[in-house]
């Protein structure tokens, strides 16, 4: 396609629709040599876990694996700050020669004794898989001794993807689901999963379930509670957002307890509101649910159009590449961005699977160019021939945005701005327009491939 190569082992992971035969390959290990933009299997876990905001969080492992993910979520709490102390055995090269048990007894130990968590994670890293510490018996043993939940996570980064990350971490929650007691709990309630309040979100998505008559009994695991996990079993229903970090622990719980789950988007107007709707639909038994929902999504809709019509006259023919962790939020992505007017040229994931991308390929417009598992070398090229003005992305991506010369949105882990829900579209509507649109990019250099 340029004079830029691809590497051959990659090509079946890159597709453009309309110019080639749709053979997507996914779900498999990042290729060595890539430099790919994909997380590990501990950050999986650790991305998860992070936001459960009275546990304690333990990094079995070197101090780089504690330094690389320390405020990872930069998640929000109405309490507690516990989340946000990065704790670490730092094992040294003794300690990879003979063994890091006692090191991992003692500093869990000490730092139950000085904290006091309602539960303690113990994430093992690659090292400790090699050198064989029996991370189970030591969780096993400080919590029978101090009496709270000490839970190993089994996150070895070599293991896999960072969705086996996620596996883990919801293997790790399983294991406290279902010890609390449900009494109390009603008939119209509901469990927020795969949202992580990394700027206040869970705070809104939860008020909007509240002004529907629902109670929400835990959320996974933005601003989350040991307790409130520990009950969540009691909901009626599970409603799962980010589905690759939250799918396996709905499975558990529908198998286990027999709770339902739907997947839902907060994302854009178009998906927040089939969100609410669809969870008033659920509890179609108490029609004033439907009602509510009704007089909610008219409100919230009717404040923020007149804004964003605005918006899309500005941006209209503008051209945006997305990259993100699961391929649920590049949907609704392309829906909110479409709303602006603004056309999308490439999209890819971290985590994709063959159906994420055959609905992808379905979203998009030909000549879209469909990534999994991309690398600079992939995202740099694509952007450029396809003339993007606008890079939807992570951390990683943006420093390639700025030195691309074009416009940057933190839709990850690092924002400081809510997303999610009507206000959040408005949002985002202004972050990118402020973006699109600054005076800067006329003095950057003229975009080429080299």
């Known amino acids: 396609m340029t004079n830029m190569p691809i590497l051959k082992e990659r090509e079946k992971q890159i597709y453009q629709k309309g110019a080639q035969a749709f053979d997507m390959t996914c779900e498999k290990k990042s290729l060595a040599g890539s430099v790919s933009q994909r997380a590990c299997v501990f950050c999986g876990s650790r991305v998860v876990l992070y936001p459960i905001a009275d546990a304690l969080h333990l990094i079995h492992g070197p101090i780089g694996c504690a330094s690389y993910t320390w405020d990872i979520r930069g998640a929000l709490s109405s309490g507690p700050q516990l989340h ?243 391929a649920f939020k590049a949907f609704s992505m392309i829906k909110a961005l479409r709303s602006l007017g603004m056309e999308v040229v490439l999209a890819g994931s971290q985590t994709g699977n063959k159906d994420d991308y055959k609905l992808l390929r379905e979203m998009c417009n030909d000549g879209t160019v469909i990534l999994d598992d991309a690398n600079p070398l992939e995202l740099s090229k694509y952007c450029i021939e396809k003339g993007a003005d606008l890079f939807i992305g992570g951390v990683k991506e943006r420093p390639m945005a700025y030195k691309m010369g074009i416009g940057f949105c933190d839709h990850n882990h690092e924002r400081k701005l809510s997303l999610a829900g009507y206000s959040g579209m408005l949002n985002f509507a202004k972050e990118v327009y402020s973006s699109v649109k600054s005076p800067v990019w006329k003095f950057a250099p003229e975009k080429k491939l080299s």
């Open 84 to 326: 946000r102390m990065s704790f670490s055995t730092d094992l040294k090269e003794k300690d990879i020669i003979f063994g890091g048990e006692k090191k991992l007894y003692g500093s869990r130990v000490q730092l139950i004794d000085k904290y006091h968590p309602n539960a303690a994670f113990v994430y093992a890293t690659c090292i400790v898989g090699l050198i064989g510490d029996d991370v189970d018996s030591i969780c096993k043993r400080v919590s029978d001794e101090k009496g709270i939940p000490v839970l190993p996570v089994h996150s070895e980064g070599f293991k896999g993807t960072k969705k086996d990350g996620y596996k883990a971490a919801c293997d790790a929650m399983a294991h406290i689901v279902g010890t609390g007691s449900i009494e109390g709990i009603g008939e119209l309630s509901l469990n927020i999963m795969g949202e992580f309040n990394i700027a206040g979100e869970a705070w809104i998505i939860q008020d909007y379930y509240e002004k529907m008559g629902l109670e929400v009994v835990s959320v996974f695991t933005g601003d989350g509670r040991v307790d409130k996990i520990k009950r969540s079993h009691g909901a009626k229903l599970n409603v799962v957002q980010c589905s690759g970090s939250m799918m396996h622990l709905a499975e558990i719980m529908k198998e286990k307890y027999g709770i339902p789950y739907i997947r839902v988007s907060y994302f854009g107007i178009e998906d927040m509101s089939k969100a609410l709707y669809d969870v008033a639909e659920h509890f179609s038994d108490h029609p004033e649910v439907m009602e509510k929902t009704q007089n909610i999504v008219r409100k919230e809709i009717q404040a923020i159009n007149p804004v964003l019509k605005q918006y899309k006259k500005v941006l209209s023919g503008k051209k945006a590449a997305i990259y993100v962790g699961g």
